[in-house]
């Protein structure tokens, strides 16, 4: 690997070999697994050596505290962003906000700027949702946007629940919910993202201001059918739900289609109990979409659900749907986005199509997010990218805002 040419790419490079996933490429960090519980230690350390005292909340939220003049931390400025990836995901998504956040504190330190708020540097459990469906968990759990027996009760692919889990990773069950004493703390909220899109490239510009997130939810379509062996059973016997899962794929794409604007995807797939001499006896379909008018997202996603009973019904199969998790579009702080811009003196202003923790804090906090160029336009892959000199640019942009904000 390269040189780190930054201190930004100093603090990624640290943390390159972790979590690196052989099979599927790039990197595999599920929330509390040793990769992601690795990152939270490296962090924690980098905190240290900079003085401040990491305290794990009882969501899970890891926070720390600049704030030299002891002021009380109600309404603070917080920045973060979280260490867990997606099953083969890219370097930067989450990681870039958490190392940004450390750079930009040890760029105002520099500057000696004397915070006239505490500074909290902030990073969020399971944002991705890749190990127990719900994305943004920590957030959630934190606003009160899920509940702790709904989020308790969640399962990992191998059929853990999150309570035993986070059990395992030193938390407490009986903690969790809605956190008025840590909500309270943030006064506004500024998450820095690697861009998952190609918005900056083309715009030939190193860092943005966000304006929108998309809408977006998650539902799980369970298909079942009749498990059976795959060389005695007739073909006309079967009731195969694997077949009946592909047609809803297909119609997952036809009626995405039909509604102009809306983002539909079926990224996971799992047959059960997934033999190559096996008939499935069921298979578990997560379906995403997205779309800017929340109204628009619901009607695809029943039709989407119509046709999956209907075509389930032609092979012989039943399907049932439940909703995992649903964020409504959110449109920035217009006055919070403007006095960024401001103070970056005319930098773009981008919406994107990614969820993140900015999105459910939104909802009740002042929150602003400022991307930083991919040149790949590639995210949620291997391919996922930011060069040390546009991650440092990114680094004096938050130092920047953060700067102004702390005054
Ligand atoms: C998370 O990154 C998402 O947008 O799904
Ligand atoms: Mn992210
Ligand atoms: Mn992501
Ligand atoms: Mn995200």
């Known amino acids: 690997m390269a040189e780190p040419t930054t201190a930004t790419g100093g603090l990624l490079a640290a943390i390159a070999g972790t979590g690196r996933d052989a099979v599927r490429g790039g990197y595999s960090r599920p929330v509390f697994s040793t990769a992601e519980r690795d990152l939270v230690s490296w962090y924690e350390a980098e905190l240290t050596a900079r003085g401040l005292e990491p305290e794990t909340d009882r969501n899970g939220i890891v926070w720390a505290w600049w704030n030299p003049a002891g002021l009380p931390l109600e309404g603070a400025v917080v920045t973060g962003s979280h260490l ?83 059990r395992r990773a030193g938390l407490d069950p009986a903690g969790f919910g809605r956190d008025e004493e840590a909500l309270a703390r943030i006064g506004v909220f500024v998450e820095l993202h690697v861009e998952q899109g190609r918005g900056l490239v083309d715009l030939d510009a190193p860092v943005a201001v966000a304006s929108s997130i998309l809408g977006h939810g998650r539902w799980r379509f369970s298909v079942h059918g009749q498990g059976n062996h795959a060389g005695t059973t007739l073909l006309d016997d079967r009731r195969d739900p694997l077949l009946a899962a592909s047609r809803v794929v297909v119609a997952v794409r036809e009626v995405a289609a039909a509604n102009p604007g809306t983002r539909a995807t079926v990224g996971r797939l799992q047959p059960v109990p997934g033999g190559t001499n096996v008939i499935a006896s069921r298979v578990d379909l997560w379906l995403d979409v997205r779309h800017p008018d929340d109204a628009v997202t619901a009607a695809v996603v029943a039709e989407i659900s119509r046709w999956a009973v209907e075509l389930a019904a ?10 995992e998790s649903l964020s409504p579009t959110v449109d ?43 040149p790949t336009g590639v995210s949620h892959s291997p391919e996922e990218f930011c060069t040390d000199d546009d991650a440092e640019a990114g680094s004096v942009a938050l130092a920047d805002v953060l700067a102004d904000l702390l005054r």
């Open 332 to 374: 920035f702080d217009p006055a919070l986005a403007r006095r960024l811009g401001a103070t970056l003196g005319g930098v773009p202003a981008l919406a994107t199509g990614a969820g993140h923790d900015a999105g459910v804090l939104a909802a009740h906090v002042p929150t602003a997010m400022l991307f930083t160029r991919n």
């Open 314 to 323: 032609g092979e012989g199969c039943t399907v049932d749907v439940r909703e």
């Open 84 to 166: 867990d990836s997606v099953p083969g995901g890219g370097a930067f998504d989450g990681p870039l906000g958490v190392a940004s956040a450390l750079r930009a504190l040890d760029l105002l330190r520099g500057r000696g700027v004397e915070p006239a708020r505490p500074l909290g540097l902030a990073v969020f459990p399971e944002e991705e949702g890749s190990r127990f469906g719900v994305a943004c968990l920590g957030s959630r759990l934190l606003t009160g946007a899920v509940t702790a027996e709904r989020a308790l009760n969640l399962t990992d692919p191998d059929g853990n629940t999150f309570a035993d889990v986070a």
